[in-house]
């Protein structure tokens, strides 16, 4: 993710997808791999992988104009309010 804004700042817009893909395929192959051992899991984890795979189906499933997209998978009440400087919060 890091490498990804990375790119973006410095304008390299054709390595950036390459980067894209890579992170995109890994958060693919968690979540695959969390929903065929879900069964096994007790009661309690369950609820919080269930809620984990969720947001990580969310995440996999949006796309670049669509609406309440989710930013961080660990924070799932932020929310983009404008662009700035990469250096900012």
Do not use: W
């Amino acid at each position: 993710m890091q490498q990804i804004g990375r790119y973006a700042h410095a304008k390299q817009f054709r390595h950036m997808p390459a980067a894209l893909r890579n992170l995109r395929s890994r958060v693919e192959r968690v979540h695959r791999d969390i929903t065929r051992q879900l069964d096994q899991a007790c009661p309690p984890q369950r609820k919080l992988l269930d809620d984990l795979l969720a947001r990580t189906g969310r995440i996999l499933a949006q796309q670049r104009n669509d609406k309440n997209k989710l930013y961080a998978l660990h924070a799932p009440k932020v929310e983009c309010t404008a662009k700035g400087k990469a250096r900012t919060p």
